[in-house]
């Protein structure tokens, strides 16, 4: 699986760029409002260039409790070239800034898991480049179509709770607002979803996104460093998982599956998940497995400690199932340690719940 890095933020601009310098050329009024926006056609391209920088200069700088603010003052911009040119010179910021933070670099963001990786932030700042591209073009009466391979990256990142549609430009619009798909409400608020991420003392529960489901299931490595041996099959499994209620639209990106990232080195050692969301009881069952070559530390115990805990500080959860097999007594310790109790007992498998206090 490719990251989405900086060349899809370079994609995005450059073709900003050569769209609003051609309509330049023509001096068109660019008071008038962009598209549904309350905001003038400048403000918007002056809006697309904050964005960039912002995004830049929080994940180079990696803070990750608080916001850190970067604005741009363009009074000084006689022209709309001159506002051209610092969408291109903040793009290549941004583009500079995802290429150089390391994998394991997270800086935050307040929606809705208050942070971002480098991929996450790369997503952000080509959304903000496609929609309100889109936006001016609208407002300037101008054609415009980002690349469909654009919008499918960042719809299967940080859109992973937005069915996809047959058509992935037309989708991320509808998603966001502006435009209408058959079948499907017209969107009057929206959100995009960057991954949970779960620390513990030696691990860190990363939340898969689609794009990454989508290249376990086919043998990939969902872009994570496994050590050797993983990933394994039941991390597969569980991908296929994701990637199919993503394809139905009842995905909910925090009760997916997440791989165990190890601090220590940034390789993954296993996974752990959901097999679905709540219920209408508010009970969900969990599973995992830990690559064989990491077996024996405790990673498993730990991660299902501290992914209980999450997902039971949640509303809308109650119970958290688990099913071992009667002959695996290394899970059933895992399990027990984590403080689920044995409730009943099947033909071939052992359940374990934990419910919420």
Not at 176 to 188: K, Y
Request: with cysteine.
């Amino acid at each position: 699986m490719g990251d989405m890095g900086g060349d899809q933020v370079e994609e995005a601009v450059a073709g900003t760029v050569a769209l609003l310098r051609t309509a330049a050329a023509g001096q068109p009024d660019w008071s008038v409002n962009a598209g549904r926006l309350d905001w003038s056609c400048r403000r918007t391209a002056e809006h697309i260039a904050s964005d960039l920088i912002a995004y830049a200069g929080r994940l180079a700088g990696r803070h990750t409790d608080r916001k850190v603010s970067f604005d741009i003052t363009f009074d000084e911009c006689e022209g709309i070239e001159d506002v051209l040119d610092v969408i291109e010179a903040t793009g290549a910021l941004l583009a500079a800034a995802v290429r150089t933070a390391p994998r394991e670099a997270r800086a935050f963001h307040p929606y809705p898991f208050r942070s971002a990786n480098r991929e996450g932030f790369a997503a952000m700042g080509v959304t903000e480049v496609l929609l309100h591209t889109h936006d001016i073009a609208e407002g300037l009466g101008l054609e415009y179509e980002p690349p469909a391979q654009l919008c499918e990256d960042v719809l299967t990142r940080i859109f992973p709770h937005v069915q996809p549609g047959p058509d992935h430009w037309r989708t991320l619009l509808w998603a966001t607002g502006r435009g209408e798909l058959p079948g499907r409400a017209p969107v009057t608020e929206w959100r995009w979803n960057n991954n949970v991420v779960i620390p513990t003392e030696r691990l860190t529960l990363q939340g898969v996104t689609p794009a990454a489901a989508a290249d376990l299931q086919a043998g990939g490595t969902g872009g994570f460093e496994w050590i050797e041996g993983g990933p394994c099959e039941g991390t597969r499994f569980a991908a296929g998982m994701v990637v199919k209620a993503y394809e139905t639209g009842v995905h909910r990106p925090q009760w997916g599956v997440f791989v165990l990232v190890r601090t220590e080195d940034g390789r993954a050692v296993g996974g752990m998940g959901f097999h679905s969301a709540p219920d209408e009881m508010g009970h969900v069952e969990v599973g995992y497995d830990v690559v064989e070559a990491a077996r024996g530390n405790g990673y498993a115990t730990e991660a299902l400690r501290a992914l209980s805990a999450w997902a039971l500080a949640q509303d809308d959860m109650k119970r958290l199932i688990a099913t071992v097999d009667h002959d695996n007594t290394p899970s059933q310790g895992v399990v027990s340690r984590a403080g689920f109790t044995r409730v009943s007992v099947g033909d071939e498998q052992y359940v374990y719940e934990l419910r919420k206090n």
